[in-house]
């Protein structure tokens, strides 16, 4: 029986998201489903882990339903991944020891600050290719042996495991408790050179070695799963922002993806050799394939589609996302207006934690479209920032720079983003390619796609955004984005 589609599981930070590819990499189904925001303090976030399982479970039904498809249908099945973000389990029961802590997540900030007390921050760089912050997994897990009841004795009996959202996702599918060297990169806790947990790191940190997941290439069988009918494979694993690199066909060193998503995440491939920064950005691994590991260089901004929510649900001066754009539109510029959405302090390349989100440049004349508009170019303006950074690291100017996401398909957003780096900007005709990663790197696994060479014909050009500033007025642009960024950081 020909298996003809791949399915893919998309578990993002605000929703669940399955989709079916056919051979030809195009998008048979696309189901989406929100879930629940838990902030149960001033920079504290969680999802409750069950709540992910099922709407990622609904919405994998509802996008085979929709394809019109069965199991026996599918040749394989790839998942990526909010990465980060950390779950807690009893290894029999399967049932969480508490809520998710999600990436964004700051309550782990003053054992990070402990650590760069001690002198740290050079050897967790070394080892692990990251900087110290809360922002990574490994002192959400100190946190919760600390502070959840019973989770380190449990750890001691060996009933407790640790992982990803895709450990977790894995877990639920299979029984199988694994991760890929994608996702384990972003722990603070894997040797990225040694390929290993680091002992020190562990040690250091008090997180059992025996509660983490077994580390495996992210194209491979890991399990297969019954629960949508015949046996499918789960044959991928990969972070959301390595597998949306996979998904540009961004295989060559230096080619560059940006996703714009809740976050931005800016990538560059460096090949087979890690690419130490001295510019504030991480080495992290991209992917493991075919006996080989690749590694990226990555910025990461904390909040960029997450302002025009911010914009929609807090201050409500749009009604949907989308409005986004037509709003910002009514105005020529922001008329000096800045908006710094460091709500959860600035990633790359700051890393400042302890920022805080600001508006400037108000007058009389100021009104909800400066705003909008504001809140838009912030997402343009961090983005550049990393980019700069990437540039001075490698020596190497990125000729142009390939994106997706959700607020890819933003016009105004992504011509603003042309302006500020002086290079095109492409955008592909598929912009879910965090989902068409995984489903590529699964399709390898099995053979339903023969080579990683067979891919680069599938992604498929959708528009180009050329530059239409000058220099000058780039740099001058770009100046005044930092006097509002150092306000930010008082």
């Not at 909010?82 to 969480?96: F, K, N, S």
């Not at 303006?381 to 997706?404: E, K, N, W, Y």
């Not at 180009?464 to 220099?471: A, E, H």
């Amino acid at each position: 029986m020909a298996k003809d589609f791949i399915l893919a599981l998309d578990q993002g930070t605000t929703s669940s998201r399955s989709i079916v590819f056919d051979g030809a990499g195009r998008i048979v189904a696309n189901v989406s489903e929100p879930f629940e925001q838990i902030y149960p303090k001033p920079g504290w976030v969680e999802h409750d882990p069950e709540a992910i399982w099922r709407t990622q479970l609904a919405t994998a039904h509802a996008a085979i339903a929709k394809a019109g498809i069965r199991a026996s249908d599918i040749a394989a099945l790839g998942v990526t991944n909010q990465r980060e973000t950390t779950v807690a389990w009893d290894r029999a029961t399967g049932q969480p020891l508490y809520n998710a802590i999600v990436w964004q997540c700051r309550r782990t900030t003053e054992i990070c600050d402990e650590l760069k007390a001690e002198g740290l921050s050079d050897e967790v760089r070394c080892r692990t290719g990251l900087v110290i912050d809360a922002y990574f997994s490994g002192t959400k897990m100190k946190w919760i042996l600390d502070n959840v009841p019973g989770a380190r004795e449990k750890a001691a009996r060996g009933e407790l495991c640790f992982g990803t959202i895709d450990s977790w996702l894995l877990f639920k599918l299979t029984g199988v408790h694994a991760t890929d060297y994608s996702n384990a990169s972003r722990t603070m806790l894997y040797n990225i050179h040694d390929l290993d947990w680091d002992d020190a790191i562990l040690d250091r940190l008090g997180v059992p070695r025996e509660t983490l997941p077994a580390v495996k290439a992210s194209s491979g069988v890991f399990g297969a799963t019954t629960l949508f009918g015949d046996e499918i494979p789960v044959a991928a694993l990969c972070g959301d922002q390595q597998s949306a690199l996979f998904g540009q066909t961004a295989f060559a060193p230096y080619e560059s993806k940006n996703t714009y998503g809740t976050g931005c995440f800016v990538l560059m491939n460096t090949g087979t050799l890690p690419v130490g920064s001295q510019h504030g950005l991480l080495t992290t691994i991209a992917w493991g394939l075919d006996g080989k590991v690749e590694y990226a260089l990555e910025g990461s901004v904390f909040i960029g589609g997450a302002v025009i929510q911010w914009l929609r649900d807090e201050l409500r001066l749009i009604a949907t996302a989308a409005e986004s754009e037509t709003v910002a539109a009514q105005v020529p510029d922001t008329g000096g207006v800045h908006v710094v959405p460091a709500f959860v302090g600035l990633g790359a390349p700051y890393w400042d934690m302890h920022a805080r989100g600001l508006i400037t440049g108000l007058t009389r004349g100021s009104n909800r479209a400066h705003i909008v508009r504001a809140a838009l170019e912030s997402i343009a303006f961090q983005s550049a920032d990393v980019i700069q950074s990437m540039q001075s690291d490698t020596g190497a100017r990125i000729p142009r720079l390939r994106v997706d996401g959700g607020a890819s398909a933003n016009n105004l957003l992504m011509q603003r983003q042309a302006d500020l780096l002086g290079i095109p900007v492409v955008r592909g005709q598929t912009i879910e390619t965090t989902a068409l990663g995984a489903a590529f790197l699964a399709g390898l696994a099995v053979g339903f796609w023969p080579s990683q060479e067979s891919l680069t014909g599938i992604w498929r050009e959708d528009r180009v955004f050329l530059p239409t500033i000058g220099d000058a007025e780039r740099m001058a642009d770009l100046q005044k984005w930092q006097e509002a960024i150092k306000r930010a950081r008082l």
